[in-house]
């Protein structure tokens, strides 16, 4: 065999070798996985996660009985306190049922403290078959998740609430109820589910740790769009993937693919699949206005999930923000729920949530998806639509008596998209030495996103790095006057850059808001009142 065809033999092995790898490798990213949970209690969360997974979903209470309960039970305090809850309830999803009554009873009397709860298991509105849920002897640790502002709190017994499991199918979920006192005086009764989940998993080359549980909504089993969902790289919570809501229902973009992730009902098992479906380009622009380049980051919404913008959303706001002008993202009909710079004006912008005479009359029902994202048919967001001012408050039937007081609620709104507009304001750049003697490592460290296996070697770059290049230089020169000026127009340019990452770094944002004045006149020009109303 001659050289010649040895090496085109090796050279197609070695060819071979190599596409085996990358299809393996391919499928690898691409394929779904599964990963095993287990069962936690929610007050043994991490504290830097707790409150996502032990606040509940919360119902303000009022002294006033409802209307439509037909019976209640004997009641030995004069001040009892009433309400209604929705279970399960979606974050977006509008009630379908007027949900479960209840009744809170002191029995030692008025001023004695609320120690019994009746709830309408049957949801006939009738108490007198109901038995009453008294306090829990031996609560949870760190019930009150170590709020200040909750002053007082009752655990109350657990509770089973029936949910759907599979289609036709329901299994009962267990509930604590804790009455929370704040420092308002206000009262509200809350429903902490009694377990979560947690497990690792790795997604290509990353690994997570991952919480699962129940946020400010009890939407039905683990396998519900509003499950909360906390992704920690290698268990960093400084450096979870911070954006959106934390929602099971969140597409996160990880090694440069979408993925989904939906636990089985029981949150027994985690599956991992990538979006396979067609992209868009989604863009936002100034419109020609020459305010200055538009960059943006946030959160779209479809009816089903949520799509980040521009990111990992550590920083939200100012110079350290990860915002992108354009990007590509699943397509679909969403809505916006955006941060937009255009040089130093600023922009808050989320789908219209209100309807007349209602303030966020729409947050829980139907809305516009007006930011519809197709293939090869870019979508570019530059407010060139003309926008309107439209009044959540009063409706435009209102009628009020004289000396009655008149509620006024303006919105600016585009009518086009039916997109709100939740802050406008216009910043300005000041500069604050940095108090930090790290400010170097942490400004690099914060726009790289470099992990900390990365700390070492990054010092020698920026340290060593110059160094080692005179050195290099200097054996090739072989002159040591050479050698000198080299070093010296490298420290200058060494001084140079790190004298720019020190001025980046004590960058800091301040914004002012931009609310119009609104006037309220009579027929005949008179001012009835005047004074600053704030957008949203």
């Known amino acids: 065999m001659n050289m010649k065809s040895y090496t085109i033999q090796h050279g197609l092995l070695v060819s071979c070798v190599f596409l085996a790898l990358a299809a393996s490798v391919s499928f690898g990213r691409g394929k779904e996985l599964e990963f095993p949970l287990e069962v936690v209690c929610p007050y043994d969360v991490p ?231 067609k992209y868009g380009t989604f863009s936002v622009s100034d419109g020609a206005r020459r305010i200055g380049r538009a960059r943006m980051n946030g959160v779209l919404w479809t009816k089903d999930t949520g799509v980040e913008v521009g990111g990992n959303l550590q920083y939200n706001h100012g110079p350290h923000a990860k915002m992108v002008s354009t990007c590509k993202i699943p397509v679909g009909d969403y809505v916006p729920g955006l941060e937009i710079y255009m040089g130093n004006f600023h922009i808050t912008t989320c789908s219209n949530i209100h309807r007349d005479g209602i303030p966020q009359g729409r947050f829980r029902g139907l809305r516009s998806h007006s930011i519809r994202i197709r293939d090869k048919q870019p979508f570019v967001l530059d407010f060139s639509n003309k926008t309107d001012v439209f009044f959540a408050l009063p ?76 050195w290099l230089l200097s054996l090739v020169l072989k002159k040591k006057r050479r050698f000198l000026k080299v070093l010296f127009v490298m420290f200058i340019a060494f001084s140079m850059i790190v004298g720019l990452i020190y001025y980046r770094s004590g960058f800091r944002w301040d914004y002012d808001n931009l609310n119009p004045t609104v006037t309220i006149l009579r027929s005949d020009g008179e001012v009835v009142s005047s004074g600053i109303m704030p957008f949203g």
């Open 395 to 470: 409706g435009k039937d209102k009628h009020i008596r004289p000396g009655e007081l008149l509620e006024v609620q303006a919105v600016l709104h585009d009518p086009v998209l039916d997109i709100i507009f939740t802050d406008l304001e216009w910043g300005q750049r000041r500069f604050e030495p940095p108090d930090s003697d790290e400010w170097v490592f942490g400004l690099l460290l914060d726009r790289i996103d470099l992990d900390d296996d990365w700390h070492q070697p990054l010092i020698f770059v920026l340290f060593l790095g110059p160094a080692l290049i005179c």
């Open 47 to 277: 504290k830097e996660l707790r409150w996502d997974f032990v606040r509940g979903q919360a119902v303000e209470c009022t002294v006033h009985p409802d209307p439509n309960v037909t019976a209640y039970p004997p009641l030995s305090s004069d001040k009892p306190l009433y309400g209604s809850v929705q279970l399960p309830s979606g974050f977006l999803s509008p009630p379908t049922d007027p949900g479960y009554y209840f009744v809170i009873d002191e029995s030692k009397g008025t001023g004695t403290g609320y120690n019994r709860l009746f709830f309408d298991f049957d949801r006939d509105a009738d108490f007198t078959d109901e038995a009453p849920i008294l306090p829990n002897e031996d609560p949870p640790k760190d019930a009150t998740m170590g709020m200040s502002w909750i002053k007082e709190h009752t655990c109350f017994d657990t509770l089973a609430i029936p949910c759907a499991y599979e289609d036709n199918l329901y299994r009962s979920i267990e509930l604590m109820p804790r009455l929370d006192v704040t420092d308002n005086n206000d009262i509200y009764l809350c429903f902490v589910t009694t377990t979560a989940r947690k497990g690792k998993i790795k997604i290509g080359r990353q690994s997570f740790d991952v919480w699962i549980g129940h946020k400010r909504y009890m939407s039905g089993w683990f396998d519900q769009p509003c499950t909360a969902l906390h992704l920690l790289p290698n268990g960093d919570y400084s450096k979870r993937l911070d954006w959106g809501g934390w929602l099971i229902s969140d597409m996160h973009r990880i090694g440069g693919t979408h993925w989904c992730l939906a636990p089985t009902p029981l949150g027994d098992t985690l599956r991992i699949r990538p979006y396979r479906g």
